[in-house]
C-alpha cells in the first residue's frame, strides 16, 4: 500500500504567499495530502482562490474542522465542513475525533455532512484506536498521534492497514527510518516531521517529505 504525506498549511495565503507557492509545487510532486489548519473566521475572500489554486496544482486538499470529542453543536459543525466545500477543498480533516461505540452516531453525522457537501476524502483523527463500528464508514482513521519515542514503542493497537500515522518529534537523521517504520506498519497516510502540529509551517514542506 502507497504511504501518502500529510502536508498542514497553517498561515494564511495573505500572509503566507511563499509558502503557499511552495506547496502548490511541492505537494503534486510528493503525492501528499495537504491540509488547510486555518480557523474559519479567517476566511478572507482570498482563501478560496488560494485553496483552489492548490487544487488546480493537483493537491488533495482538506479542510479542517475539530469534533471536539462530540461536544460542538451539530450545525455548527455541519456549517463548517460545507463552507470548507464552498472554499474549494476536496475533502475534509475531522480533529478530535471521538472513538467509542457512544459516539459513532458523531462521526456518522459528520461523514453524511460532508459527502453532501462533495468532499469525498473524509479523514478522522481518533488519535488511537477506533471502535469497529467506525470503520464501516468511507474514511481514513488517524489511529496513531504521537512523538517518535511513542512511535517505536507502539504495539500497533488498533491500527489497520491504510490509517494515518501523525508522528512528530522525528530528528531530520531518523526522518527515514519512520517513514520505513511507517511504510512496514501500513500505514496509507503519514506525518513525520521534526516539529510539533501546527507550527513550523514552513520547515514542514520539507519535514513532512518521505523519501
Not at 31 to 57: D, Q
Request: proline share 8%.
Amino acid at each position: 500500500m502507497s504511504l501518502a504525506p500529510l502536508l498542514p498549511l497553517c498561515t494564511h495565503p495573505d500572509n503566507d504567499p511563499a509558502t503557499w507557492s511552495a506547496a502548490r509545487l511541492t505537494a503534486p510532486a510528493m503525492g501528499a495530502v495537504v491540509a488547510v489548519r486555518l480557523p474559519l473566521a479567517e476566511a478572507t475572500p482570498s482563501l478560496g482562490p488560494a485553496v483552489t489554486g492548490l487544487v488546480r496544482a493537483g493537491c488533495a486538499v482538506l479542510g479542517y474542522v475539530s469534533l471536539a470529542f462530540a461536544t460542538r453543536p451539530v450545525a455548527e459543525l455541519t456549517d463548517e465542513i460545507a463552507t470548507w466545500s464552498r472554499l474549494g477543498a476536496t475533502g475534509i480533516f475531522l480533529d478530535h475525533a471521538p472513538a467509542g461505540r457512544s459516539h459513532v452516531g458523531t462521526l456518522r453525522l459528520a461523514h453524511r455532512a460532508a459527502l453532501r457537501a462533495g468532499l469525498r476524502r473524509v479523514v478522522f483523527n481518533t488519535a488511537g484506536p477506533a471502535d469497529p463500528l467506525c470503520r464501516d464508514l468511507d474514511a481514513v482513521i488517524c489511529s496513531f498521534e504521537g512523538s517518535w519515542a511513542e512511535y517505536r514503542e507502539w504495539d500497533g493497537y488498533g491500527s489497520l492497514p491504510g490509517d494515518g500515522h501523525l508522528v512528530y518529534g522525528v530528528p531530520a537523521l531518523e526522518r527515514a527510518k519512520a517513514v520505513t517504520l511507517m511504510r512496514r506498519r501500513g500505514a496509507g497516510l503519514g506525518l513525520v516531521t521534526e516539529l510539533g502540529w501546527p507550527s513550523g509551517v514552513q520547515s514542514l514542506l520539507t519535514a513532512a517529505a518521505l523519501p
